[in-house]
């Protein structure tokens, strides 16, 4: 919408003039009643009568014209005078084409897009255009020359043409500005690309004459069309014009006008330049347009709108009389709980880099996706023997590397073994979930599922002899629709867990202890002290709400959120080794409270941080081994289980031991309370093995300090979304620590 549009006009119908009267009237006679009627009543005790000033809003509505977003198409025809003629075919001094005239067809797709509001004369105009011309230049021969019939000299005339055909495409950018009502003045710069240009040219006899010397026989030589040579051709132009807005309905209009193109910049080429910048390729030229837009409105030129204003009223309210209520503090300070349960205040935390020594345990599962045999992307393997020979760190000793990491590479744990133990050989037992599978697949059988199940199988054959080069002799195929020791199918985490394919060392127990022994893994990590901080609040007045903090170099590592029924619960940290690599300066611990009216306290600790690197010179400080083949719900131990236990009770007797402490663990599925209970026996069955192992050793239970403990789900040693995960944590570690 062009502008003058953008007035303000209320549009307030006669029947809500009256209503508003009549209502403004009644709240008018109304409220002398009710300041007197509670004016009158004393009030009660423990409240005080008080003058309020009410806001309400009265409504109107107002019509809004507005300038609309258009948009549309052009049409354009125009006369052109063409100069400045240079063409790669005229020969100096011959041929002289230096002035033409023409016609140019255009078509232009535009939008029209107000400026500065609706109450602007101006408007933007981008658009897209694409132009054809027909340029044709003419310029007479005058001459004579010898003529045999007469024995003397004639003349003759000749026109030489050229008719030559231009397309463009380009875009332009305009501005138009409404001068009087409808009517605009509109400046444009354009910037178009030739697409094609051809020409033909042609030689008229003109009157009585000779055509060519000593040759009067033709009237006419006319050339073929012939492109002019390939170059880009970038063709810049400044428009001026006027228009005028004609509605055609509601949301249509036509807009006729005339519009004046110039050349902008450069000059006119020649044939061997590669870019143009002014004019066409061979000429100038300067055109008179004659346009028609047909233009549509995309957005409302009008709209009807609410418009409420502000009145007060004066009421006379009865409010309670507020208590004065003791101010709000709060503190909050870190303490250290002994094994013996003794509380002391923590003044400063000491970090210390160890090294510590893992016996890691070989997880015998590969595990497979719903419905599919081929190996997950979160598995290490090889492309080739070369590759594996090339790449692979070895299967009984590794350096910093995580538990998680290194069963990622247990196919190439055992691919190394087996070439190490040429005896040893390998059932691969392939299962299914039984359900996920079936849906997978879309198929129903048993026949379908014992073939996806051999298919896992033979996978991890292919894999062991083809990068690995094991003998396939060596390597047994079965398959089974559920494993003989099946997690529960009854949700997601249980079929991920039977969807595998397990590894079972043939022959006799030492050959399998050696194919599955605990892969070395020596670290350094970072031991707390104290391992774990509890923060005590104090405040001086029921709170609704808490929220605690422990950060440390603007980072925040743990929070802690509490109601009025938790405040005075325990907020207990310990950091995890993540956490502990991080760490440096001070930890800050930032405790805020709000009571039920909105009153806040804020209090503030400090820790002091001490930070021990670890030296080349010091032995491992710890010496861990894992525990990990406890079925699903199981504590009960294995053979493979008593190795790892004897392995641990033999450290005992080659370094001084400070503390053992066994802790037992599960996974997150199930009933909490009913997992404390699982790692706690699982961690007691291994502390009465350890002790056994130690007696039958000459060994001493008394001088070992030894701590169990069952932690359930409450700390996962691992991420429990993959079923590994799960399998790691149905776990017990005996953490052996090397006195100082």
Known sequence: MKAGLGNYRSRLPLEWVVRYVLILFAAIALVPRVVWAQAATPSPAGYRDTVAIWDTLVESSYLIEHKPLRAGAEATFGWTDYYDASFPFAEAGCDVWSMGTGYDFGFRLLADIPFWGDNSAWTFRPGFFFDYQKPQFNWVQADSSYDPTNNGLGSFKIDHDVDAIVSQAGISAAFDYEFLNRW????????????????????????????????????????????????????????????????????????????????????????NNAWRFGGSAFWREITLNATLAILFDLTPRSQIVPVFVK???????????????????????????????????????????VRTRNADPILNYIFFDAGSSSFPTRYKIYGTPDEAEREFQGSSERHDVKLMDLYRETLNILGDRMRKLPKAH??????????????????????????????????????????????????????????????????????????????????????????????????????????????QPTISAPIARSYATIGAQGITLESFRGGASSVSQDKVWAPTEETLRQLSDSLQIDYDVWDSTGNHAHAHSSIPLSIIHVTSDRPERIERFSLILFGFDESELTPRNGRSIESAVEMTQKIPVERVTIQGFTDEMGDPSHNDALSKERAENVQNAFEQALHKNGGDTAKLNIVSQGLGARELPYDNSLPEGRFFSRTVNITIERQQ
């Open 311 to 353: 009145r007060e009223i004066m009421d006379t309210v009865r409010v309670p009389i507020e208590e004065s209520k003791p101010a709000l503090s709060a503190s909050i300070r870190a303490v250290a709980i002994s094994a013996n349960g003794e509380e002391s205040p923590v003044a400063r935390m000491t970090v210390e880099e």
């Open 426 to 535: 390998v059932t691969l037992l392939g299962s299914t979930d039984n359900t996920g599978d079936r849906d997978a697949l879309d198929r129903n059988s048993d026949a379908a599922m014992l073939a996806l199940a051999r298919s896992r199988a033979e996978t991890v054959k292919r894999y062991l002899v083809n990068v690995w080069k094991i003998d396939p002799n060596r390597l047994a195929i079965e398959a089974t629709i559920l494993p003989t020791k099946a997690s529960p199918s009854a949700s997601e985490n249980g079929r991920a867990e039977n969807r595998r394919v397990e590894i079972r060392v043939d022959g006799n127990d030492s050959l399998a202890f050696r194919m599955l022994a605990p892969v070395i893994v020596t670290n350094i990590e970072h031991l707390a002290t104290p391992d774990r901080i509890d923060l």
């Open 184 to 271: 605009h003045a509109i400046g444009s710069a354009n910037v178009g690309i030739v697409l094609s240009q051809s020409y033909q040219t042609s030689l008229h006899k003109d009157g009585p004459g000779l055509m060519f010397w000593y040759d009067s026989t033709r009237d006419t030589v006319t050339g073929n069309p012939t492109d002019f040579p390939k170059h880009l051709t970038i063709v810049p132009s400044l428009s001026l014009g006027f228009a005028y807005d004609a509605p055609l309905s509601s949301k249509t209009w036509a807009e006729p006008g005339v519009e004046l193109n110039l050349p902008f910049g450069g000059e006119s080429g020649s044939a």
